[in-house]
T-cell receptor
Framework: GAGVSQSPRYKVTKRGQDVALRCDPISGHVSLYWYRQALGQGPEFLTYFNYEAQQDKSGLPNDRFSAERPEGSISTLTIQRTEQRDSAMYRC???????????FGPGTRLTVT | GQQLNQSPQSMFIQEGEDVSMNCTSSSIFNTWLWYKQDPGEGPVLLIALYKAGELTSNGRLTAQFGITRKDSFLNISASIPSDVGIYFCAGQYNFGNEKLTFGTGTRLTIIP
């Protein structure tokens, strides 16, 4: 596709359930980033990959959050045992070899009830 | 997490006016990016700056990379209705750390 795609666009889950959020980057982009955005605020960094290697996961809030990019393309962000405080917009971005200009997807709105 | 300070927080202007906003950081960045976000959409990249003192334009938008590397500025000339939205700055340190640190945002509203 032309841009970054994310699925699902909306996810409602019950507290304690696991969720998996998917990101499909722009074709050929080397780097993939996950951010979380609260309403009215800028995105906050979670983790990023160059190819399949996770370079920095310092932004993941706790060990319930994990991410993978096994083949260096599509990435999955998994949240285990979801809590209400995990409710947010989760955004994915990708960039080419320069790693500077990051292009964002439409996001997944996660609601934990 | 850290967020950069943007000012003003919101702006109410009339169509045709020029707009100025800025972004400041307590730490140095080596790349500055400016994004615009419309309701329900992801941030859209407007301008990227790579060198201290650099001035870059994209149509009616002009951005500057502050000489101290701790700030950046965005100007919009002759505003039009589609300029409405939230503008975010983002800093990137690079050198093996590619994460973006975003600002708090400036909400632009055009008064009819």
């Amino acid at each position: 596709g032309a841009g970054v795609s994310q699925s699902p666009r909306y996810k409602v889950t019950k507290r304690g359930q696991d969720v998996a959020l998917r990101c499909d980057p722009i074709s050929g982009h080397v780097s993939l980033y996950w951010y979380r955005q609260a309403l009215g605020q800028g995105p906050e960094f979670l983790t990023y990959f160059n190819y399949e290697a996770q370079q920095d996961k310092s932004g993941l809030p706790n060990d319930r959050f994990s991410a993978e990019r096994p083949e260096g393309s599509i990435s999955t962000l998994t949240i285990q045992r979801t809590e209400q405080r995990d409710s947010a917009m989760y955004r994915c971005a990708s960039s080419g070899t320069t790693g500077h200009e990051q292009y964002f997807g439409p996001g997944t709105r996660l609601t934990v009830t | 997490g850290q967020q950069l300070n943007q000012s003003p927080q919101s702006m109410f202007i009339q169509e045709g006016e020029d707009v100025s906003m800025n972004c400041t950081s307590s730490s140095i960045f080596n790349t500055w990016l400016w994004y615009k976000q419309d309701p329900g959409e992801g941030p859209v990249l407007l301008i990227a700056l790579y060198k201290a003192g650099e001035l870059t334009s994209n149509g009616r938008l002009t951005a500057q990379f502050g000489i101290t590397r701790k700030d950046s500025f965005l100007n919009i000339s002759a505003s039009i209705p589609s300029d409405v939205g939230i503008y975010f700055c983002a800093g990137q340190y690079n050198f093996g750390n590619e994460k973006l640190t975003f600002g708090t945002g400036t909400r632009l509203t055009i008064i009819p």
